[in-house]
């Protein structure tokens, strides 16, 4: 209801009629349906034929008066609060955005701060590069990390990444941020053990960032208009590096188009991250793991993780990124009877009939396509492989975004050189 | 940024910059105009493509048709799950649509 008449208003119509029903989500039971709308009908005939009031047929604004820009002054610990109040932070303690904090972190563009990097859904929040910036303080972020969260903002404002759908729906898709080229070691994003792990600034920062922004800027707050059904811990941060020192392959960024001395991030909304341990360390063993371990649930964008020593295993064996996307999608598998779009109780309309096989023993491949699947190459030593399975909007893709550095970028890497954690042995 | 000194210095104050973006107001629009009475009418119902959007509006369907003597349904079925209608390739069949019926149910079916 609440995320209903959210979206009515966002498109200029905040009036629309809306009748709430007790039918289940996403319901496939024809019993269930029509106790449901039966339950509503009178009020559905009503919103069809009560006369329209006068604010019904000419909605009028409400009055909120220019937003100041300056919005507290206050202790640490009242900042904090009176933030969290407003629906402004993700729970964790914010750091203040002071006017100082935010010049500090616009060292790390030479864009003007009233320069739109992009507008974002569903709110179409002007993403400046000051409210970037401000976002970027209270995330705890580096102005080494602003030239990667300009890329960032400029991936969802993207449609191909379908924020819109990703960011409000059920599902609670998380934002999967890829780092690619020099960048990423001047900003120290960690592309190692533990990339995924709490740790390491960069990573933590540029997703918790992207997280406050997909809200202060999109408008998109849980349970309002974001309606993920169990939500998803990846939301306050999904950020890796690929390991392209250790990778046999072409990383991420040159599969996307762009040159290998050029630096970029890549956007995707998976809703799960799993990791399987390998079946084997020899080509045949990692590859099953990938093959027998996709949930034909998902059907979507699909980045399948490996170490630097299974890709170096299937590299010596022959295997590029390009032969194991096309392995994956031809040998992921299941029985068409186990696929979602054979399913008779109901199915999705949206999926394409073209892959559902005329006999429910025959098999139906996972993957749309060898297009919707990534290889990436990160983590350290161990034999556990991962899967981060996506949705499948259609035109859904992998948005890469080039990353522009600063003038004086040299010197401001400098500045952050040292701040790396020094854990004492014990 | 906040240096640890300022941080932890008690009785610092912090004025503090707003996260909160602006947006372009949206121009707005009032709801169309309503039929007194169903009967005779013609009925839209708008699937927007999900799950449960053919069950619900069939559902809608039977009760409508069974109330109102002589009402009749026009279904459309939108072009993607996620992109209002307005923005797809299929706007002009849209427009003509709305303009054949008297009223629309639309179901999120979500």
Redesign the interface.
Known sequence: MTD?RSAAS????????IVQ?T?P??????ED??A???SA?AR??EA?????SAE??????KERGT??????????EE?DRF?YK?G?GDGLPL?????S??R??LAGTDLEPAHVVG??VP??????V??IA??A??AGA?PTHMPILIACVEALADPRA?L??YGTS?GSWMPFWIVNGPVRNDARVNCGSGAMSPGDIANAAIGRTMG?IVK??G?ARKAIED?GVYGNPGKYSCVAGENEEMSPWEPLHVEQGLARDESAVTLFFPNCYSQIWQYGSDDKGILATLIYNLPPGRSGLTCLLMTPTQAKTLAQKGWTKAMIRKYVYEYGRVPAYRHPSSYDG?????RNPETVPPNAMDSAAIVPSPDHIRVLVLGGPGAFMGLACGGG??GGQFVTKKISLPSGWTKLVAKYKTLVPAYERY | MNTSAEINQRGTEYEVLSPWAEADPVPLRGIAPRPADLAGKTIGLFSNRKRAAVLTLGAVERELLEKFPGARTSWYESTTVNTPEMLTEGKAKFEAWVASVDAVVLSVAD
């Open positions: 209903g966002n498109k200029g119509m905040p009036l629309v009629r029903e039918v989500c996403e319901c496939n039971v024809k349906a029509d449901g709308i039966r009908m559905i005939i069809l034929t009560k006369p329209l019904e047929q000419a909605p009028k604004r937003p100041s820009r300056i919005v507290f002054k206050g202790q640490l900042f933030f407003r402004w750091r203040p955005p002071t006017e904090a935010v500090e972190m507008k974002i709110r179409n929040g002007k993403a400046t000051e409210k401000v976002n303080v209270m580096l379908h819109g759908a059920t406050l202060n800027i408008g309606m109901g199915g999705w309309t949206g909007l259609p």
